[in-house]
């Protein structure tokens, strides 16, 4: 009791001493260097608008950093714009642009290094070779802030949020643009990323690897050159996300591989070339998303078992599912296909007939990827409806047993 009466009245004595630091040219102190000489724990540097360069910015005081009226600090193309190495810090409000190129230190608007209870807010970052980069951190807050870059190929360009073995992370509601990857996750557990747009980035909206017991709910990842990638990975749940656009030869609204445990459920996979490529995943269960105007719904390679897949809406896509095997160790249950020609007659709204989503034409584009040429062609539209008929090159267990008669309101 007498230690946390110790501990209580120390923070209220640094509260009562701390101190605002203005910082512009209409104050005595015109350097951010200067004012960080000056700070100590506590304080809180308030930074007026202008340009600041003043290379490598080193906050390593537990100190509230915050721009008015959005100051720009610039790496002139140099240097590590802010490198935190502090508990406990907050950065708001500041623009920060123009920081160093380098493959070996990997510079960055803000790079936090082995540090907890750090917030990035509603800052905008633009043009830095990394944008936001946590190393080794816990508790962080990363929320609000704009990350822009103008890469062309992904060995030049760094990630936007990049995240490296750390846990209990927070990434919410930031816009991520033009990396190589807009949110990267390595080693990183019992985190979250929530309400995050990532566009146009030159290979995945969001990829993650060794990444276990996280949350993705409510993000946007949209036309990425490769969609989103979940690899070696388990208990991850992803909810209520947009996967659109994301379109080329090797593209997926979402690739899992080598994942297992995870749920997927109430996501929008739309305009895809694969709205979901799923390669040695086990245990997952597929609930209630949508399956629309993609290449192929769904890839279930052969290597994958025990996937449930139910209560899905699969509407306008060329191919609902594929697969590269005939081996089925996977459930499909009440989904709804708009391809499904069967009939209701106890008007249960299940179909009576069960459905076999795995077309001919769809085994053959893989394994002759080339046939995709004679797609629509009459030939092909007799096959399909054959082999619907006396099915003898689609697995006879790849069915749905109880195909829904109506699209789910999803």
Known sequence: MKKLLLILCAFLF???????????????????????????????????????????????KKIVFIGKNFPTLDGEKKHEVVSISADSVIVKGFKIINSGY??????????VYDRSF?????????????GIYLQNCTNCLVKNNKVSAYGKQEQLIGNGIHCWKS????????????????IYFEFVTHSIIWRNISCKNIR???????????DYITNVFKNNGAGVAV???????????????????SAYGLLLKEIADSYIYNNKFARNTSGIYMEGTSRIKVEKNVFESNGWGMKIQASCMENEIVNNNYLKNTFDISTNGSLVLNTFNANYWDKYEGYDLDKNGLGDVPYHPLSLFAILIENTPAAMLL??????????????????????????KTPLMKSLPL
């Open 14 to 60: 640094s509260v009562a001493n701390a101190k605002t630091i203005s910082v512009g040219n209409q104050f005595p102190c015109k350097k951010i260097k200067q004012a960080l000489l000056m700070a100590v724990d506590g304080d809180t540097i308030l930074v007026y608008n202008a340009i600041y360069k003043e290379g490598n910015i080193l906050i390593n």
């Open 102 to 111: 380098a493959t070996l230190d990997d510079p960055c608007g803000i790079k």
């Open 118 to 130: 750090v917030t990035i807010e509603n800052n905008i970052l633009d043009n830095n070779f990394f």
């Open 167 to 182: 846990n209990n992370l927070q990434i919410i509601a930031n816009n991520i643009t033009g990396h190589r990857d807009g």
């Open 204 to 214: 995945y909206g969001l990829h993650f690897m060794f990444s276990n017991d996280d």
């Open 231 to 249: 690899m070696f990975t388990k208990n991850v749940k992803m909810f209520n996300n947009y996967f659109e656009e994301n379109w080329g030869d």
């Open 375 to 400: 797609y629509r062609s009459f030939m092909i539209t007799l096959l399909d409806k054959s082999e619907k008929v006396l099915p003898s090159i689609t697995p006879d267990n790849f069915i749905d």
